[in-house]
């Protein structure tokens, strides 16, 4: 199972939104709707941020929104600020014999 | 407070073994799947093991299969991987996390990890 395809960084000025994209196929991100994120910050655990897509867990700034379509799921964050500076994972569901598979990770640089 | 605590890391040899622990606290364990995530230096999450609420379903990543071996215990509320025949490329910190939201169909449910470990450090190396 091959890991999904993120940019390997993407970058913003303070207030300003970005998008980060995550593709798969159809026997992962296309095939089921359990596309999550995580955030992870140097030295730290990763933190769920999105799941099932489009839901944000509790406690989680609503300036952070998932969406998806076809074979590609997108993270957008919105109103950039500093604390968001941290990598960034996106996972799936798969139909393989590894059940989940996580993309390449991103690195998200504000400005 | 809902956390895991993941201890048991360290160095050891190539061909060599280690067991690490995963203590769970403030839910309520048997209910939940439990995976093993680990993440090479420098490198992005892998997913390696995952085991079902009472430890009679689990899988494996391709490149641990048949060399790992995830276990729980629901009265001490740990998880388990027991890890033997380590390779220099199974260095890496190893998270444990629950799948606890997310949806289900009919049939099958499709979690995303809610909670992880602060992860516990291996090192193959000679």
């Known amino acids: 199972q091959s890991a999904l395809t993120q940019p390997a960084s993407v970058s913003g000025s303070p207030g300003q939104s970005i998008t980060i994209s995550c593709t798969g196929t159809?026997?992962?991100?296309?095939?089921?709707?359990?596309v999550s994120w995580y955030q992870q910050h140097p030295g730290k655990a990763p933190k769920l941020m999105i799941y099932?897509?489009?839901n944000r867990p509790s406690g989680v700034s609503n300036r952070f929104a998932g969406s998806k379509s076809g074979n590609t799921a997108s993270l957008t964050i919105s109103g950039l600020q500093a604390e968001d500076e941290a990598d960034y994972y996106c996972?799936?569901?798969?139909?393989?014999?590894?059940?989940?598979?996580f993309g390449t990770g991103t690195k998200v640089t504000v400005l | 407070e809902v956390q895991l605590v993941e201890s048991g890391g360290g160095l050891v040899q190539p061909g060599g073994s280690l067991r690490l622990s995963c203590a769970a606290s403030?839910?309520?364990?048997?209910?939940?799947?439990v995976h093993w995530v680990r993440q090479a230096p420098g490198k992005g999450l892998v997913w390696v093991s995952r085991?079902?609420?009472?430890?009679?379903?689990?899988s494996y990543a391709d490149s641990v299969k048949g060399r790992f071996t995830i276990s729980r215990d629901n009265a001490k509320n740990t998880l388990y991987l027991q890890m033997s025949s380590l390779r220099a490329e199974d260095t890496a910190v190893y998270y444990c996390?629950?799948?606890?939201?997310?949806?289900?169909?009919?049939?099958?449910?499709?979690?995303?990890?809610?909670?992880w470990g602060q992860g516990t450090m291996v090192t193959v190396s000679s």
């Open positions: 403030g839910f309520t364990f048997s209910n939940y799947w």
């Open positions: 159809s026997s992962d991100v296309g095939g089921y709707n359990s």
């Open positions: 085991v079902n609420g009472d430890g009679s379903s689990t």
């Open positions: 996390a629950r799948a606890g939201v997310g949806y289900c169909t009919s049939t099958s449910c499709y979690p995303a990890f809610d909670i």
């Open positions: 996972s799936s569901y798969t139909s393989s014999s590894t059940p989940y598979v």
């Open positions: 099932d897509v489009s």
